[in-house]
T-cell receptor
Framework: ETGVTQTPRHLVMGMTNKKSLKCEQH?????MYWYKQSAKKPLELMFV???????ENNSVPSRFSPECPNSSHLFLHLHTLQPEDSALYLC???????????????FGPGTRLTVL | AQTVTQSQPEMSVQEAETVTLSCTYD???????LFWYKQPPSRQMILVIR??????QNATENRFSVNFQKAAKSFSLKISDSQLGDAAMYFC?????????FGQGTRLTINP
């Protein structure tokens, strides 16, 4: 596969469930990102990893827990979510190191999450 | 903080015609990139075109071109020979040294 992939593409979970979203980039990039896209709201940056180190956490509730085991993989662990967490979760990657210079982010297809 | 404004929530165009989507931004940085991303119904965020601020020449990608007015902080997207597959949400975005900042988006409809 090429580019940025995300699994699953769709996820329905109850508020007491624990699930994980997976993102994988095949571009040799060094930075990875999680975004949340809710209806009628702009994209919200959730987490940023640069060389597997978290460099930004935009006041995201602790029920969202990111993990970046290596520069190609990024996970978002979900537990005790609320219905308002239902949204499209997008993963992106970029080549350069965050905070150094402008760069181009390439996005995955997203995971559509529904919390019942 | 950097901001991106798209003043056209919705636009429509006849197939094969040309349409221009507007975007303005605000920044005090001198080194940045500007982008147009397209998000079709599949919801995949697809990079359409990129403009580096240090380049005076407007970027072009096939039927897509930009009008980059740095002093006015304006960055419009022109789509020529519109096709049905161009129907999507279009987001203007700014990238400085830190975050990628998105505009609110413009929904483009193509009328056959």
């Amino acid at each position: 596969e090429t580019g940025v992939t995300q699994t699953p593409r769709h996820l329905v979970m109850g508020m007491t469930n624990k699930k994980s979203l997976k993102c994988e980039q095949h571009l040799g990039h060094n930075a990875m990102y999680w975004y949340k896209q809710s209806a009628k709201k702009p994209l919200e940056l959730m987490f940023v990893y640069s060389l597997e180190e978290r460099v930004e956490n935009n006041s995201v509730p602790s029920r969202f827990s990111p993990e970046c085991p290596n520069s190609s993989h990024l996970f978002l662990h979900l537990h005790t979510l609320q219905p308002e967490d239902s949204a499209l979760y997008l993963c992106a990657s970029s080549l350069g190191f965050v905070g150094v210079a402008p760069d181009t982010q390439y996005f995955g297809p997203g995971t559509r999450l529904t919390v019942l | 903080a950097q901001t991106v404004t798209q003043s056209q929530p919705e636009m429509s165009v006849q197939e094969a015609e040309t349409v221009t989507l507007s975007c303005t931004y605000d920044t005090s940085e001198s080194d940045y990139y500007l982008f147009w991303y397209k998000q079709p119904p599949s919801r995949q965020m697809i990079l359409v075109i990129r403009q580096e601020a240090y380049k005076q020449q407007n970027a072009t990608e096939n039927r897509f071109s930009v009008n980059f007015q740095k002093a006015a902080k304006s960055f419009s997207l022109k789509i020529s020979d519109s096709q049905l597959g161009d129907a999507a949400m279009y987001f203007c975005a700014y990238q400085g040294a830190q975050k990628l900042v998105f505009g609110q988006g413009t929904r483009l409809t193509i009328n056959p």
